[in-house]
């Protein structure tokens, strides 16, 4: 089964909508407010898919040699990531190691 990880930007009951994974969020395991660079090697070798809001992070973060991959989602509202459901499940399961996927 595929583990992820939602960012403190994506609605916490989104999780619910992806019950096919073992699903936590950032801020369930008291991460709220760490930098993403620190918190992408807490996560790396925990979880499969991390999925988040930030726009940014791709420009942040060198994700060769890493385990985890990253998910960015255009929208944060838990609305609009419904509409998106099927879109994010399909990234989580195609996800590879050090992978960046953009959902629009």
Same mark, same amino acid.
């Given at each position: 089964? =595929?583990?992820?990880?939602?960012?403190?930007? &994506?609605?916490? %009951?989104?999780?619910?909508?992806l019950d096919?994974?073992?699903?936590?969020?950032?801020? $369930?395991?008291?991460w709220?407010? &760490?930098?993403?660079?620190?918190?992408? /090697? =807490?996560?790396? *070798?925990?979880?499969?898919?991390f999925?988040?809001?930030?726009q940014?992070?791709? $420009?942040?973060?060198?994700?060769?040699? /890493?385990? &985890?991959?990253?998910?960015?989602?255009?929208?944060t509202?838990? *609305?609009?990531? /419904?509409? /998106?459901r099927?879109?994010?499940?399909?990234?989580?399961?195609s996800?590879? %190691?050090?992978? $960046?996927?953009q959902i629009?």
């Amino acid at each position: 089964m =595929k583990t992820v990880i939602l960012d403190e930007n &994506i609605p916490q %009951p989104f999780r619910l909508d992806l019950d096919m994974f073992e699903v936590c969020t950032v801020g $369930y395991l008291g991460w709220a407010g &760490i930098k993403n660079g620190d918190l992408i /090697r =807490k996560i790396d *070798d925990r979880f499969d898919a991390f999925i988040t809001g930030d726009q940014n992070l791709r $420009y942040q973060q060198n994700l060769v040699h /890493r385990k &985890i991959s990253i998910i960015e989602v255009q929208v944060t509202r838990l *609305d609009l990531l /419904r509409d /998106r459901r099927d879109l994010v499940v399909n990234a989580v399961l195609s996800a590879a %190691p050090g992978s $960046y996927q953009q959902i629009n």
